[in-house]
T-cell receptor, first 111, second 116 residues
Framework: SQQGEEDPQALSIQEGENATMNCSYK?????LQWYRQNSGRGLVHLIL?????REKHSGRLRVTLDTSKKSSSLLITASRAADTASYFC???????????FGQGTRLTINP | GAGVSQSPSNKVTEKGKDVELRCDPI?????LYWYRQSLGQGLEFLIY????????KSGLPSDRFSAERTGGSVSTLTIQRTQQEDSAVYLC??????????????FGEGSWLTVV
């Protein structure tokens, strides 16, 4: 299975701290994306990193990709209570269009 | 509408009944996905439609599940003879496929199915 696996499954930190979540996958990919989900409903796209990129930033988000290790990390800096959500990585394998999601990391930011 | 629209948002059905879940993708999006998410779990891929190509049905868990996409737009996911383990949120998403550039997909709010 190409399915990504996030680590840790759950993370609880204090507001203002940085949160780091990791994702591993199994097959060669075109891209890796991170999504956020509030309250078990629709997911919202956060950031996409292509297989030839190593790092990408968007506001307080920083994503890294290591294709040799088939892993990615999502860093949220200066966390806020509103960042509390589940975060998922998603990959699309080369030659395939469908996105396959991991199991997610449940992030809780304590005020 | 501007986003992906799903209906019903909530559905309670008796075991053994059939259910239909509807998805209206974003206008102009040729790719459409269905995912299933059980409580507290990740997203399970069900089926993927792209234009006029044959759909990728590799994620459908059993022959009780089927999906159609009429006219390249609206899609219906049908679950026949529902079982309690079918209880989950069914998420639809759409995108404009951009090949190797990456498909950012846009999700609806989901249909929460409870089989009693």
């Amino acid at each position: 299975s190409q399915q990504g696996e996030e680590d840790p499954q759950a993370l609880s930190i204090q507001e203002g701290e940085n949160a780091t979540m990791n994702c591993s996958y199994k097959t060669s990919i075109n891209n890796l994306q991170w999504y956020r989900q509030n309250s078990g409903r629709g997911l919202v796209h956060l950031i996409l990193i292509r297989s030839n990129e190593r790092e990408k930033h968007s506001g307080r988000l920083r994503v890294t990709l290591d294709t040799s290790k088939k892993s990615s990390s999502l860093l949220i800096t200066a966390s806020r209570a509103a960042d509390t959500a589940s975060y998922f990585c998603a990959t699309d394998a080369r030659g395939a269009q469908k996105l396959v999601f991991g199991q997610g990391t449940r992030l809780t930011i304590n005020p | 509408g501007a986003g992906v629209s799903q209906s019903p948002s909530n559905k309670v059905t008796e075991k053994g009944k059939d259910v239909e879940l509807r998805c209206d993708p974003i206008s102009g999006h040729t790719a459409l996905y269905w995912y299933r998410q059980s409580l507290g779990q990740g997203l399970e891929f069900l089926i993927y439609f792209q234009g006029n190509s044959a759909p990728d049905k590799s994620g459908l868990p059993s022959d009780r599940f089927s999906a159609e996409r009429t006219g390249g737009s609206v899609s219906t996911l049908t679950i026949q003879r529902t079982q309690q383990e079918d209880s989950a949120v069914y998420l639809c998403a759409s995108s404009i496929p951009t090949g190797a550039s990456g498909n950012t997909i846009y999700f609806g709010e989901g249909s929460w199915l409870t089989v009693v």
